[in-house]
Every structure is written in C-alpha cells, then in structure tokens.
C-alpha cells in the first residue's frame, strides 16, 4: 500500500517523514489464528544523492 494515499493515518505523527509502502499478508495457520506479517519500505531513487541516502 502506498503510505502517501494513507496520510490521515499519521495525522498525529510527530514528524512528517514516513516510509513509502507497507506491505501486509495474512496467514492463517493450521489452528486457525490469524498471523500478519508486515514489512515496510523506504524506496529512493538518488541513489549518487548523499543527502537521499542519509535520509533513507
């Protein structure tokens, strides 16, 4: 999911700054709990940009 459609999710936030995307899956295990798993990433395309890389 894309982090800047969801901006009234950080409305509160401290900082401006968030990462670009989050993305989620659903496992359901043999006992039937559900287990998420999530992992979020920070994408920069200014890779020869040192101040891009400092802020990733």
Do not use: I, Y
């Amino acid at each position: 999911m894309p982090l800047d459609s969801l901006r009234h999710w950080f409305e509160d936030a401290d900082t401006k700054r968030r990462a670009d995307l989050l993305a989620l899956t659903l496992e359901v295990r043999p006992d039937h709990l559900p287990l998420m798993h999530a992992a979020v990433l920070e994408c920069k395309l200014a890779g020869q940009n040192p101040v891009h890389k400092a802020e990733a």
